[in-house]
């Protein structure tokens, strides 16, 4: 008897179990934004949802008033040279989520984080109407495996009855989201718009806007020399400029940030507007993490409505009971995510602290398989929290998480240096020797492969360009 009853209750908590589990991997596979655009979707839906007004600690819900951290779940926490880490609740302006009967559209299903077209309509659509979301659904799903857009936005005007004017509002939208450039017409137009937002960080914005209108060819084939004649300058500063257009701009917005239309590559850099996680280092040389939380409030079952609940009429409360469950999932599974990324931050920051403070050449080859042994999860669970989020290190540089586990990231760095400081053009054979003097042995294809990756021309065409 007691066997039986054990197997029907076994029986009836597994479709729970296993709607947790799912939805608590859904949720860790999210970044801060696609977060937010998924809690605002629930709290739209769901009527046993609120948000609490007020700064809150989002894992206890304790009230904070200035103090960055909650020192009750953080007590005793970043003892000797350990780091602390925590959910950081945003900042007055942080965020944009709130209650404030700002109403969605009924089609809208919150973060879609499987195609690019689906992500960069989920950053705009609140600033849209539902005729321009109609024109940006236009142009987003016109664009070719670049991210670049294949049809005139006259095209997409007499087909919506619209002016230009109206359409080129929506695509203007669609350039300054993430990945920036995405929908340009061509790749001049892609490299501009990024120039336009990266403007304080170009050593010259009227240069550097010359340089990829009229000498891309040269660019390609880093004559430095013709590029400085072109815009009037010195090798020196032209090289400085050629430097910057290939070290932070891309022609092709998906290819480079996205991997395909088809195939995100979550793990690849893209061109981060927002950090997901902020690494500080305090004044006693400890670190700081932060794992940005993109709620200005408290999630919550409304109190209201579990007291509505128990005086429902029959045919309602069936349907209030799904939603308060519903409810309670969601809270339970969000904080499930945070302790989850909150414990690969805390190995992850005495891993590569060297890396955090000090640059590529000092990353640690660690894999996600050995990251999930020591957190006795599944390497799956790893992956899934490590993708499509950011980091910004002390420095201010924002990275993806992905790149503290490029295995190949601090070789690439030395392989750097070396081809910089060669006095003559060296061979990937030679080069190969050279990284193995300081503790990198890989194969001659392997440095070939490397060299591809970082841009770096074979050691002939490096020959032509340095005479």
Known sequence: MALSQGFIQGASQRPQTTAHLAQTMSLLGLNAQELSQKIEAALAANPALELLEGRHCPTCGRHLRKESFCSTCNKGAAKGDEPLVFISPPEENFGRLSRSGEELPEDYSGAQPENLAGYVLGQIAAELNAKEQEIAAHILTSLDDDGLLTIPLTEVARFHHVTIDEVEAVADLIHHADPLGVGASSTTEALLIQLETLAEQAPNQELCAKAIREGMGILSKKQYAELGLLLGISKTKAQQIAEFITSN?????????????????????????????????????????????????????????????????EDKAEEWKVDLEQANLLIKCLAQRNHTIVRLMQILAVLQKKFILSGDAHLKPFTRASIADELGVHESTISRAVASKSVQLPSGKIVPLAQFFDRSLHIRTALKKIVKDEPKALSDTKLARLLAKEGHRVARRTVAKYRTMEGILPAHLRKAHAA
């Open 249 to 313: 701009l891309s022609p092709f917005p998906a290819r480079a940030h996205w991997g395909s239309l088809r195939t995100p590559n979550m793990d690849s850099p893209r061109a981060y507007q927002k950090a997901d996680i902020i690494v500080r280092r305090q004044d006693d040389g400890r670190l700081m993490v932060e794992v940005m939380w993109p709620l200005r409030g408290l999630l919550r079952v409304n109190p209201l409505f579990q007291q509505a609940l128990r005086e429902a009429p």
